[in-house]
């Protein structure tokens, strides 16, 4: 699973940012008077992580970010701010296997569920259940679609870097009723011709609210609808 990123990462931070602005005011929203530590789970290059930053400020930060190549992004991100340099912690591991405190304030889990088998994603259930504190919260977002069904391409994203335009574009097909395989193409223009394309497929395995809100609720938590696909659970 991490490979794609490997070989995708250098165009994911960068295109990845055109969403933030819309999902940053919502996910601080989300975490208004939450207490600390927070986790960001799949931190990616650390958007998520500097509105955490903003959002819940003084409070220790675990970003966890498996991909060595997107995990680079990030160190860099947070090393170069000093006020994110003295709270951020980088994890290298999978949220599973992460060496997280015992009580957690907050765990935010943005456009990355998908990657939890639903065996793991127990696991990560369990793991709230078991370490939120009293008034703590996860925020997480489901990504559409939630059923089997094929996308068919859509430009996902385009950034400019000086002569460069970098355009993402995405579509997906079912592999079996709980997943749907991504295929993205990564495409670089330079004086009005393509100069690069990168293409990488992933599995992401599906989850509908009413899924969800069952195996939370076998755990005694409860998610709130907070928006464009986003739930705050407590
Ligand atoms: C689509 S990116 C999202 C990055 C960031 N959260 C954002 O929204 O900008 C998904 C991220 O989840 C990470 N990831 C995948 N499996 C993971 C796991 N088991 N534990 C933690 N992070 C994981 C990937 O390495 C990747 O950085």
Redesign the pocket.
Known sequence: ??EQ?ERSAEF?DIL?AS??PE?GPQVARALDGVPGPVV??????G??TRVIAAAVPHSEILA????PA?RSVLMARVHEAAELRERVTVLPE???QARLPARLGAVVA???IG??DPE?RGAVWDLLADRLVPGGRAVVNLQPPTEPVAVPQFRSGEARIGRRTYEGLARAEPAGPEQLTWHLTYRTHQDGELVDEVAVSHVWWLLSEERMTKELGERGLTPKAAGSGMYVIS
């Open positions: 699973m991490m990123y994911v990845l969403y933030w999902l960001d789970v799949g931190a990616g290059g958007h998520g966890v970010e498996p991909s997107l999978g949220f599973l943005m456009n990355v990657h939890f793991e």
